[in-house]
């Protein structure tokens, strides 16, 4: 496996920080089209020479745990993104012991997580039919899915652009940064199906290699958090070996089951 390009962060940039490293080079103009928006987005994030980098990368960090009170529960956590396959691995570690790891795979045809405890099993299939809408798979679905977009009116004193995308029966909408261009967040809703809304928000954005990635995921559905995952490391333009988007033996490598004290 090849990482060609490689940063390590500790803490990713805020919008206001992003601005004020883009507005001096580019200017703030407002745009009045679709078309015009989406050509500001990609060449915010390096232009059309970076999007393979962007689509193609590894991840490090931490995936907090959603239940607990304590902001620092976590689980060390990777991800691994081709295009759309993707593959995440979440450790459990007690007593400095690694005692578990969760595997979530979605490949070309089908879904599923597998942990050392609880075996096999499936997701939401939704989630596969999410990928696409997400960064960073949108930089390449919406040029690629042949859809008009629709530049909504912003309200009084905001300056985010809304973008939206009607796929069938999914409503996506982009929110992107006014000043930025960089993308802030992806809402997709179902016009046959309106308890199904789901939100992911994108921050902390770290500067690397003449381009954007993000450091903070944050995911909603049904305005219920789900998820949220740090990034601290980001290798872009990562070349996988065939057959990677699987659960392999190294993935489950070093676990230690867990025995609970005697009383």
């Known amino acids: 496996m090849r990482y060609p390009r490689r940063v390590d962060l500790v803490?990713?940039?805020?919008?206001?920080?992003?601005?004020a490293v883009i507005l001096a080079v580019s200017c703030s103009s407002r745009v009045d089209s679709p078309d015009a928006l989406f050509a500001r987005m990609v060449k915010a994030y390096?232009?059309?020479?970076?999007?393979?980098e962007l689509t193609s990368f590894t991840g490090r960090g931490f995936m907090k745990k959603i239940s607990s009170v304590q902001v620092a529960d976590s689980y060390p956590f990777d991800i691994y993104q081709d295009g759309q396959l993707i593959k995440n691995r979440i450790v459990n570690v007690e007593g400095g012991?690694?005692?578990d790891v969760r595997i979530l795979v979605i490949d070309k045809n089908e879904s599923y997580q597998y942990s050392v405890s609880g075996g096999l099993?499936?997701?939401?299939?939704?989630?596969?039919?999410?990928?696409?809408?997400?960064?960073?798979?949108?930089?390449?679905?919406?040029?690629?899915s042949?859809?008009?977009?629709?530049?909504?009116?912003?309200?009084?004193?905001?300056?985010?652009?809304?973008?939206?995308?009607?796929?069938?029966?999914e409503i996506v909408t982009y929110t992107i940064d006014g000043k930025t261009f960089l993308l802030k967040g992806t809402e997709v809703r179902n016009r046959e199906d309106s308890t199904f809304v789901t939100v992911d928000l994108y921050g902390d954005y770290l500067r690397m290699d003449d381009t954007w990635f993000p450091s903070r995921f944050s995911g909603f559905f049904g305005g219920r958090q789900y998820y949220e995952y740090f990034l601290t490391r980001v290798d872009l333009g990562t070349k996988f070996p065939e057959g990677f988007f699987?659960?392999?033996?190294?993935?489950t490598a070093g676990v230690q089951y867990y025995t609970p004290p005697q009383q």
């Open 121 to 144: 099993s499936a997701i939401n299939r939704w989630e596969k039919g999410l990928v696409k809408y997400r960064f960073p798979g949108m930089l390449q679905w919406i040029p690629g």
């Open 46 to 52: 390096g232009g059309k020479e970076k999007i393979g």
């Open 97 to 99: 012991r690694m005692i």
């Open 146 to 169: 042949g859809l008009k977009g629709e530049l909504l009116k912003a309200r009084a004193g905001e300056t985010d652009y809304s973008l939206k995308y009607e796929n069938g029966d």
């Open 246 to 251: 699987a659960v392999l033996p190294e993935d």
């Open 11 to 19: 803490k990713g940039l805020g919008f206001p920080a992003i601005a």
